[in-house]
Nanobody, 126 residues
């Protein structure tokens, strides 16, 4: 059974940092790309970043560039999202998802991902 679980969320003050983890099981980790998405109340889900577990290619949307860093630990079947300089508008539920669509390299956020995990809440507030 394919499983993804996002964790590491919490409440931080503006300017603070969090590192989210996406722990996976039930599939061959190296064959997948992992994407990070978020959804705030009343808003559509938006993609943030992705990483290809084959070639380590990474991609960020503009609002994530410079503040968020995606990385992976293939030995632990885990992908991380380091988030720095957090702002109140970053408050949302954060999700990770997996796809084999980019098995030939690279990654993106436009193509639907196959598997989704439970999200983790991030709240940025003073």
């Amino acid at each position: 059974e394919v499983q993804l679980q996002a964790s590491g969320g919490g409440e931080v003050q503006p300017g603070g940092s969090l590192r989210l983890s996406c722990t996976t099981s039930g599939f061959i980790f190296d064959d997948y790309s992992i994407g990070w998405y978020r959804q705030a109340p009343g808003k559509e889900r938006e993609g943030l970043s992705c990483i290809n577990n084959i070639d380590a290619y990474t991609y960020y949307v503009d609002k994530a560039k410079g503040r968020f860093t995606v990385s992976r630990d293939n030995a632990k079947n885990t992908v991380y999202l380091q988030m720095n300089s957090l702002r109140p508008e970053d408050s949302a539920i954060y999700f990770c998802a997996a796809t084999t669509y980019y098995r030939h390299g690279g990654c993106g956020l436009a193509y639907p991902y196959d598997y989704w995990g439970q999200g983790t809440q991030v709240t940025v507030s003073s």
